[in-house]
């Protein structure tokens, strides 16, 4: 099950699942078409709300791996400055909706008792700031705390639990930036590898921490990012 399938990071694991012969269930507020169009099954989910969430898990809820990768940032701007429903609403989807999804499918994990991997897509920002995204980015620093309480709690259960965080990505959350040059520029300038991720650069990384070969590895948050937290 990938949340937020149908677009950028989610859409990519999705396919890179399809492609391995696994069955794959988008979980997404929107985009069923896309979910038809690659193969997948596709239920209608809002990650905000307890009752969607609970409605999605009871209908396809029998996972062996969950992909939370639905997020946004909802605007952006200075702490001082930001919009109290854009500080909610990120906060909504990315912390309370990755909570929703691993408190559903993870409970469902343990009462089946044959183990299993849970993925959240994090981002640098948790580590790392940039000027006018703190509000997203305390929220994926709350995705990395999350990530680490639920992989020793789910632990004993065989059920793993990491993160992926990107840097940049070329997904639609990043259109608006990544088609103007100059702000392109400016972030790939902060990356020591030299450009912005493709989100088959990113994909990878998911699939290996739901394999078998990444067994013995639980509560980590594997940064993609070309380096840039090394800067
Ligand atoms: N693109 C980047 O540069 C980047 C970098 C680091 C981390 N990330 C993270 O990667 C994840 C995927 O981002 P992306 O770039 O692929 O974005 P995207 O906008 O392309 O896709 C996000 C998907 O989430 C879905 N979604 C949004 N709110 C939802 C909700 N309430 N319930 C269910 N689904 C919902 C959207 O419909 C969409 O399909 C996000 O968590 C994002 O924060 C992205």
Redesign the pocket.
């Known amino acids: 099950m990938v949340?937020?399938g149908?677009?950028?990071?989610?859409r990519g694991v999705a396919e890179a699942f399809l492609a391995t012969g696994d069955t794959v269930v988008v979980?997404?507020?929107?985009?069923e078409p896309v979910a038809r169009e690659i193969g997948a099954e596709y239920v209608h989910?809002?990650?905000?709300l307890p009752s969607s969430v609970y409605a999605a898990a009871a209908r396809f809820g029998e996972v062996d791996v969950l992909v939370n990768?639905?997020?946004?940032a909802g605007g952006g701007g200075p702490l001082t400055e930001l919009d109290t429903e854009v500080f909610d609403r990120c906060v909504s989807?990315?912390l309370r909706?990755t909570f929703l999804m691993t408190q559903a499918i993870g409970a469902r994990m343990v009462r089946r008792g044959t183990g299993g991997a849970i993925v959240n897509?994090?981002?640098i920002g948790a580590r790392q700031p940039t000027p006018g995204l703190g509000h997203y980015e305390a929220t994926?620093a709350a995705v990395d705390a999350l990530t680490r309480s639920a992989a020793i709690e789910l632990a004993p259960h065989r059920i793993r639990v990491n993160a992926v965080a990107?840097?940049?990505?070329r997904?639609?959350?990043?259109a608006g930036f990544a088609e103007d040059p100059a702000a392109l520029a400016a972030w790939e300038s902060r990356i020591p590898l030299g450009s912005i991720a493709e989100v088959h650069d990113v994909v990878p990384a998911v699939l290996f921490l739901a394999s078998p070969g990444a067994r013995h590895i639980t509560g980590v948050s594997l940064a993609v990012d070309g380096g840039q937290l090394l800067t």
């Open positions: 949340t937020g149908a677009s950028g990071i989610g979980a997404d507020i929107s985009g989910v809002d990650i905000e990768s639905a997020g946004l989807v990315n909706g897509i994090s981002s994926k990107p840097g940049p990505v997904t639609p959350m990043t």
